[in-house]
T-cell receptor
Framework: SQTIHQWPATLVQPVGSPLSLECTVE??????LYWYRQAAGRGLQLLFY??????ISSEVPQNLSASRPQDRQFILSSKKLLLSDSGFYLC???????????FGPGTRLTVL | KNEVEQSPQNLTAQEGEFITINCSYS?????LHWLQQHPGGGIVSLFM???GKKKHGRLIATINIQEKHSSLHITASHPRDSAVYIC???????????????FGQGTILTVHP
């Protein structure tokens, strides 16, 4: 069966510090991968999606970047965090060509 | 106006009550999802539907494509149903196949014993 992992589960970082959140998927090959952010009191927003290794599309301009160095690994990064980067970050995967997405447990990021 | 609107935003019920959460959308879609987010943040997919009605246990989801509207019903509600329920739609936007979803704001459901 397929599983999706995210770490860390929670993170508190000072403004201006770097960020690296990792997402890995097991039990499937060549998945579509997604990074979402849920800011406090707001709905989920798609940040990045990837259809393959080193193939990343950004949905909104922002302070973050994403990379996919391996087929089942998706990394969300920032060189310098802003206060507005605080939120709940969710990784998700789907089988290419199909609709249903499966979500990871999420990372709660607080930037102070 | 958001592409996906949910109502109500907050819903409080007594255990055993029948609950309905509504979702309206303004774009053509290929599928609609109902998701459940627990207080810890984890999200679980409840339903994915493109027509008609689906039932799973005490949960029922319906969709009317012509009216661009979907409802999620919970029968015999229980305190463990307390969560945020999120409607999300996958639009046809340019024939993409990557499964991009547009999310509603969510409905916060609290069921009291």
């Amino acid at each position: 069966s397929q599983t999706i992992h995210q770490w860390p589960a929670t993170l508190v970082q000072p403004v201006g510090s770097p960020l690296s959140l990792e997402c890995t998927v097991e039990g499937t090959s060549n998945p579509n991968l997604y990074w979402y952010r849920q800011a406090a009191g707001r709905g989920l927003q798609l940040l990045f999606y990837s259809i393959g290794i080193d193939q990343i599309s950004s949905e909104v301009p922002q302070n973050l970047s994403a990379s996919r160095p391996q087929d089942r690994q998706f990394i969300l990064s920032s060189k310098k965090l802003l206060l507005s980067d605080s939120g709940f970050y969710l990784c998700a995967w789907s089988v290419q060509g199909l609709n249903e997405q499966f979500f990871g447990p999420g990372t709660r990021l607080t930037v102070l | 106006k958001n592409e996906v609107e949910q109502s109500p935003q907050n819903l409080t019920a007594q255990e055993g009550e029948f609950i309905t959460i509504n979702c309206s959308y303004s774009v053509g879609i290929s599928a609609l999802h109902w998701l459940q987010q627990h207080p810890g943040g984890g999200i679980v997919s409840l339903f994915m539907l493109s027509s008609g009605k689906k039932k799973h246990g005490r949960l029922i989801a319906t969709i009317n494509i012509q009216e661009k509207h979907s409802s999620l019903h919970i029968t015999a509600s229980h305190p463990r149903d307390s969560a945020v329920y999120i409607c999300a739609v996958r639009s046809y936007a340019g024939g993409t196949s990557y499964g991009k979803l547009t999310f509603g704001q969510g409905t916060i459901l609290t069921v009291h014993p």
